[in-house]
C-alpha cells in the first residue's frame, strides 16, 4: 500500500530537548516536503527536498532542519524547540514537484513543546 | 505573493441542501488543488484542476476553476453529514512548486 509514515504521531516535549520527526514514503518519489499547521493559519511549508542530498527552505524554516540522505527518508529536525514550534506536523511526497500533481500526506505528528 | 482567499470560513448547512464554496487566489496560477481534512486527520486529494475551465465531479462534489478570474468553486449538492470536514484550495506556487494553502472551510452538515 502506497503511504507516508510519521513517528511519533504525539509528542510532548520541553523546550531546548532536541527531537526529530521522521518521515517515510514507499513510493519512490522525488520529492518531500514538511508542513506546519495551526489553527486558523493553514498550512505552511518548513522545508522541502527534490531529491537525495537537496533541500530547500520553504516558508517558515527558523527553528528547523531537515536532512535527506536517501530517496524514502526526510526526517525533521528541532535541535532545541521552543513553545512556538507546538503545531501539527504533516510530511508530504509527490513524483514531481508539489505544485505539478498530487501530493500524499502523512498521518500527522501533534508536537507540543513546554 | 500568492494568497489564498476562502469563503466562508465556517458553513454549517443542513442534510440535503445545495451550497457553494468560494477559494479565491491572489496571483497568477494555472491550477489548483482541492483537499478535505478531517479532524485530527491528514489531507486527503479530492480534485486536482489543471486549466482553466477545468471541472471536476465526484459524488456530491463538483469543483471547477477560472484563472482569469482567479477563482475556483466548490459546489456541494445534497449535503450528507459524512461531507462534514475541512477542505482547502491550494494554488500551485510557482516559485520553488510548492502548494499555498489558505485557512481552510470548515464544513459542518447537520441532520
Known amino acids: 500500500e502506497a503511504q507516508v509514515t510519521q513517528n511519533p504521531r504525539y509528542l510532548i516535549t520541553v523546550t531546548g530537548k532536541k527531537l526529530t520527526v521522521t518521515c517515510s514514503q514507499n513510493?519512490?518519489?522525488?520529492?518531500m516536503s514538511w508542513y506546519r499547521q495551526d489553527p486558523g493559519l493553514g498550512l505552511r511549508q518548513i522545508y522541502y527536498s527534490m531529491n537525495v542530498e537537496v533541500t530547500d527552505k520553504g516558508d517558515v524554516p527558523e527553528g528547523y532542519k531537515v536532512s535527506r540522505k536517501e530517496k524514502r527518508n526526510f526526517p525533521l529536525i528541532l535541535e532545541s524547540p521552543s513553545p512556538n514550534q507546538t503545531s501539527l506536523y504533516f510530511c508530504?511526497?509527490?513524483?514531481?514537484?508539489?505544485?505539478?500533481?498530487?501530493?500524499?500526506f502523512g498521518p500527522g505528528t501533534r508536537l507540543t513543546v513546554l | 505573493e500568492l494568497k489564498v482567499e476562502q469563503n466562508p470560513l465556517f458553513l454549517s448547512m443542513q442534510e440535503g441542501k445545495n451550497y457553494t464554496i468560494y477559494c479565491n487566489y491572489s496571483t497568477t496560477s494555472d491550477r489548483l488543488y482541492w483537499y478535505r481534512q478531517d479532524p485530527g486527520k491528514s489531507l486527503e486529494s479530492l480534485f486536482v484542476l489543471l486549466s482553466n475551465g477545468a471541472v471536476k465531479q465526484e459524488g456530491r462534489l463538483m469543483a471547477s476553476l477560472d484563472t482569469k478570474a482567479r477563482l475556483s468553486t466548490l459546489h456541494i449538492t445534497a449535503a450528507v453529514h459524512d461531507l462534514s470536514a475541512t477542505y482547502f484550495c491550494p494554488p500551485y506556487g510557482g516559485s520553488q512548486g510548492n502548494l499555498i494553502f489558505g485557512k481552510g472551510t470548515k464544513l459542518s452538515v447537520k441532520p
Open positions: 508530504a511526497s509527490s513524483l514531481l514537484p508539489p505544485g505539478q500533481n498530487q501530493q500524499y
Open positions: 513510493m519512490n518519489h522525488e520529492y
